[in-house]
């Protein structure tokens, strides 16, 4: 069993940063981590997944050049870098994982709360 619990969400200006932490409550060494966003009125999205080892496996192209994902496993910890944030990027937040192996998908097994970022000046 993995309970997964999302932070750092917050409002923040265009252009400015926020980091995202999904803290995992249970075994986390062998699982794939996936991030996820929802804007409001729109789909659930990925934006990237993080084998178990630190491999980035996926990053969605409105995240490349933006945002940093990354893990430490011994911390039980899995993190969103963001900078230089953008309105488009107002969504709530979200971690998921599952088995080593597996794909990063809305069918992921495991997922937390979410946590809510708003980008406005």
């Known amino acids: 069993q993995l309970t997964l619990v999302e932070s750092g969400g917050d409002l923040v200006q265009p252009g400015g940063s926020l980091r995202l932490d999904c803290a995992a409550f249970g075994p986390m060494k062998y699982v794939t981590i996936g991030w996820f966003r929802q804007a409001p009125g729109k789909d659930r999205e990925i934006v990237s997944c993080?084998?178990?080892?630190?491999?980035?496996?996926h990053q969605a192209e409105s995240a490349k050049g933006r945002f940093t994902t990354y893990r430490d496993n011994d911390k039980k910890m899995a993190y969103l870098q963001m900078n230089n944030l953008k309105p488009e990027d107002t969504a709530v937040y979200y971690c998921?994982?599952?088995?080593?192996?597996?794909?990063?998908?809305?069918?992921?097994?495991?997922w937390g709360k979410g946590t809510a970022v708003t980008v406005s000046s």
């Open positions: 993080i084998t178990a080892r630190g491999r980035i496996t």
């Open positions: 998921a994982a599952d088995g080593q192996g597996t794909e990063c998908s809305g069918a992921m097994h495991y």
